[in-house]
């Protein structure tokens, strides 16, 4: 591999008597569509909080373009190119879909949040605000509110918001969650368009996405990784069929 953009080494998390992240040795290339996939409370999400920088870590570190950010809180690394997305729903449904997405530039420029009521107002922006939209295909929908959207359009949003910074990483936790057979199929491509651009790791139970999309997939169970390689690698793994894939085709 050439130098992964993204690398951890022996991360662990606990909380309480549970082991969220066990050990968790990882490297990310640049330019990479990286899956993490594994049944409910495997760890997923509480990975991606500490490459973020909302959880740290009991042990381990955290490298990202040469630099370790294991200590460097969220807007840090925000600043270095490492931008996350939710799983949880975290818009302003009364403001306008461009607003939402002023706030996350706002945001990421380091502003203090209560400067909010001035973010409307400034060109500097609204205008990356603009062309995150239109990364997304939502420039039509800018100045409807929030609350308007479908829920795809939600997702749409969130990831407008998530590329707001212009980032060389997204870190995205269940983007087609809750979504239909239709809005997930855009989400698919609008995934493989921003692939070309950006490197990924994506959190998805969508086994249809994951391996539409993935180039490499590790696979977390009870936070230990207990497979990682390409896609035909993984679908032929017994022991990974056994603790997800088997389950998760299955229904
Ligand atoms: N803040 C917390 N406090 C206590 N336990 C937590 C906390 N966050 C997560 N856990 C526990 O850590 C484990 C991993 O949870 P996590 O949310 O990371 O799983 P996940 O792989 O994202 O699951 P899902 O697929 O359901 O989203 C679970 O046992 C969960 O209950
Ligand atoms: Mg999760």
Do not use: C
């Amino acid at each position: 591999m050439s130098d992964p953009l993204l690398q951890t080494e022996n991360l662990a998390k606990r909380f309480g008597g549970i082991v969220a992240t066990d050990d968790v040795t990882l490297a990310i290339a640049p330019g990479e569509l990286h899956a993490i996939i594994g049944p409910n409370g495997a760890g997923k999400t509480t990975l991606i909080a500490q490459l973020s920088g909302q959880l740290t870590p009991d042990a381990g570190r955290i490298r990202f373009a040469g630099h370790d950010i294991s200590a460097l809180p969220v807007h840090r690394r925000s600043h270095l190119g490492l931008a996350r997305s939710f799983q949880i729903t975290s818009l302003f449904l009364d403001l306008s879909v461009l607003d939402n997405v002023a706030l996350a530039v706002q945001a990421r420029a380091g502003h203090s949040f209560h400067f909010w009521r001035n973010a409307r107002r400034e060109r500097d922006l609204r205008e990356p605000a603009r062309a995150a939209l239109a990364r997304v295909g939502l420039e039509a929908r800018a100045n409807l509110p929030a609350s308007a959207l479908s829920h795809g359009e939600h997702r749409q949003l969130e990831l407008a918001m998530a590329l707001a910074g212009n980032p060389r990483m997204l870190l995205l936790d269940e983007p087609m969650a809750g979504l239909g057979p239709e809005e997930s199929a855009r989400m698919v491509a609008m995934l493989r368009e921003l692939k070309k651009e950006l490197t990924i790791l994506l959190v998805e139970h969508d086994m249809e996405a994951v391996f539409a999309l993935a180039d490499r997939i590790t696979v977390l169970v009870y936070g230990r990784v207990i497979a990682s390689g390409v896609p035909a690698d993984i679908r032929a793994n017994a022991q990974v069929r056994d603790a997800y894939l088997g389950e998760a085709e299955h229904g």
